[in-house]
């Protein structure tokens, strides 16, 4: 019975990994598309993660339940990679990329085994950039060439929106390495928009440029909670964040 009882729900963060766009061969629009088809997120999830996580295609963790079921980004497929790559001018030999590899080193090595099982000819090696660098920092590091074609971009959310995560972390004055115009003007839309349904499809179009149209961004997985109460105990609820009111809680009456 206890293992009916025992759940998961996700938590608001993304483990993600950021393109560095100004260096070779990352520039490249087809090669980032070949990179991110060529990761097999569930499997990362699942078996090297063990659990803790679940894989996810794109940024935003404030989808609705529906839509979360849609594939925004770039799901798996090594065929498509393959062509990707070809389309890039890379048919046969590539150059090396970099990933960095800081602390725990488990998800970069499942990202580097994945894509070079996926895609013959690719050779990922670590970088041991020292830290996730600061918004305000990335255009330095990148400036020095110390900044790795792949570079973390994790992200715990502040507070439950979606402008926290594609707003705080990509607009222009806070993410110095890339532009869109389109997608600028739609979260800024969303922003201050005050129809929820209507910000809801601006974001969802701004994840879509961001994910998959551009591929800013190699979104891999988010942590996820596990609990197991219960099912007398009332008042009990999980949080992606924060905490509960203990006072809440309460035994069902028999």
């Known amino acids: 019975v206890q293992y009916r009882e025992l759940n998961a729900v996700p938590l608001f963060q993304t483990k993600a990994y950021c393109f560095n766009m100004t260096r ?5 629009l087809f090669v980032r598309k070949a990179i991110s088809a060529s990761v097999n997120r569930q499997l990362i999830a699942y078996v090297v993660m063990k ?10 963790i404030f989808l609705a339940p529906a839509e979360a079921e849609e594939i925004l980004g770039i799901p798996f497929s090594p065929i498509r990679a393959r062509k990707w790559l070809a389309e890039a001018g890379y048919p046969k030999s590539f150059p090396e990329v970099c990933i960095q590899a800081t602390g725990d ?3 970069p090595q499942a990202i580097k085994e994945s894509v070079e099982h996926s895609l013959d000819g690719i050779v990922i090696t670590f970088d041991k950039f020292d830290d996730e660098p600061a918004d305000k920092d990335k255009k330095k590091a990148d400036s020095a060439g110390k900044l790795p074609h792949l570079f973390m971009c994790d992200w715990w959310a502040e507070y439950p929106d979606a402008n926290n995560f594609l707003y705080d972390a990509f607009h222009p004055t806070n993410y110095p390495l890339w532009e869109n115009a389109a997608f600028t003007g739609m979260i800024e839309n969303a922003q201050s928009h005050p ?9 969802k179009k701004a994840e879509q440029i961001l994910s998959h149209e551009e591929v800013v961004i190699l979104p891999v997985c988010r942590d996820q909670t596990h609990y197991l109460v219960k099912s007398r105990v009332q008042g009990w609820y999980p949080m992606a964040f924060g905490g509960q009111h203990i006072r809440n809680w309460h035994f069902k009456e028999q």
């Open 24 to 28: 070779p061969p990352v520039d490249n």
């Open 51 to 60: 659990g803790v996580s679940v894989e996810t295609y794109t940024p935003d």
């Open 195 to 203: 129809e929820f349904k209507e910000r809801k499809l601006l974001y």
């Open 105 to 107: 080193t488990r998800l």
